[in-house]
């Protein structure tokens, strides 16, 4: 059997070659490409002959996919699978992977990150040191994040996560999602209605898919809810935000400031995208996920995953 990793995954070759050596041992071939490409012609080189396609964020296409005629599993070293060509994959019966839980610690210190240095201007006392500002001349005046209510949007590991840090902090959550967990409640975390979710916090931090029903799910009428006082955080998907009504509400004064890292596409941003000349606005490069720890991490599930299908024992196989 052939299996293609079409992209690096975040690890050492030290660590690539422990965790791909059994399969020579097994009779199988294994094919990793060390480099990223979004070239539809040079996907389908990479893995059109593969029973199994290991990929991590990087787009694999219907187009692409609907040519794999060998195609029997993707495995996918990533959370979303929105990246995917969903409807090829049903239309061959291709089972699709992933690797849920692999960032859970680094999505959610990220988001509680965010959420400090835009309350405490860190950016803006950065550049003010560095052009000879001081508190007073560039307005540094922060505000704590102990007693800050917090709405979780999405109670799903990440977002339980997310809870936990936030009320190691001293912070008030609560939350919002489709299906009530007993295990976020037991986390701290009351449950509302969205709007009263969206009308109460002082922060809202998204961990929510990318999906048909939560496109925009974060809308120009869902953000004029917030308080002016209010952050956003996004760590979750770019998909789920409205951005342009975002930045026009950052710009109006409407919310006080957002923490973005993930966007309508993967950076490079565009110079022309709304957020990018956005007031009181911190912008990272989907970055949430990516911590050495989690790479780690992800590379075993991802393996696992692979030999577990091998023996007629998949695991994290993804609904969709």
Do not use: W
């Not at 995917?84 to 960032?103: E, F, L, P, R």
């Not at 994040?145 to 912070?171: P, Q, W």
């Not at 606005?281 to 075993?300: C, D, G, Q, Y």
């Amino acid at each position: 059997m052939k299996i293609s990793l079409l992209e690096p995954i975040g690890i050492d070759a030290e660590l690539m070659d422990k965790l791909s050596a059994p399969l020579k041992d097994m009779g199988h071939e294994f094919v990793y490409y060390d480099n990223k490409t979004t070239d539809k012609d040079e996907l389908l080189k990479r893995a059109c002959d593969s029973e199994i396609v290991m990929i991590a964020n990087n787009p694999l296409p219907d187009s692409v996919i609907e040519k794999c005629d060998k195609l029997k599993m993707l495995d996918v070293a990533f959370t979303g699978i929105d990246h995917v060509g969903q409807t090829a994959c049903k239309a061959k019966d291709v089972m699709i992977c992933n690797a849920a839980g692999y960032s859970n610690e680094t999505v959610s210190e990220l988001a509680v990150g965010m959420a400090i240095a835009v309350l405490r201007k860190m950016a803006e006392g950065d550049k003010a040191v560095r052009n000879g500002g001081t508190l007073a001349s560039a307005g540094l005046m922060g505000t704590e994040l102990n007693t800050k209510t917090v709405g979780i949007i999405g109670t799903g590991r990440i977002g339980i996560m997310t809870a936990k840090l936030f009320k190691a902090f001293g912070c008030k959550v609560i939350g919002y999602s489709r299906t009530k967990k007993p295990e976020a409640v037991e986390a701290g975390i009351e449950y509302m209605e969205l709007d009263d979710v969206l009308k109460t916090s002082d922060i809202v931090s998204l961990h929510i898919p990318a999906t048909a029903e939560t496109k925009q799910f974060i809308n120009k009428e869902r953000i004029a809810l917030m308080k002016k006082s209010a952050i956003l955080i996004n760590c979750a998907r770019g998909a789920v935000v409205d951005n342009t009504a975002l930045a026009e509400a950052l710009n109006a004064g409407n919310i006080a400031g957002a923490a973005i890292d993930v966007f309508d596409m993967e950076p490079p941003i565009p110079a022309d995208y709304p957020l990018l000349s956005a007031k009181n606005t911190l912008l990272t490069p989907h970055v949430a996920f990516a911590s050495k720890e989690s790479m780690i991490r992800r590379a075993n599930i991802v393996f696992d995953n692979l030999y577990a299908y091998l023996e007629g024992k998949p695991m994290n196989v993804v609904k969709y």
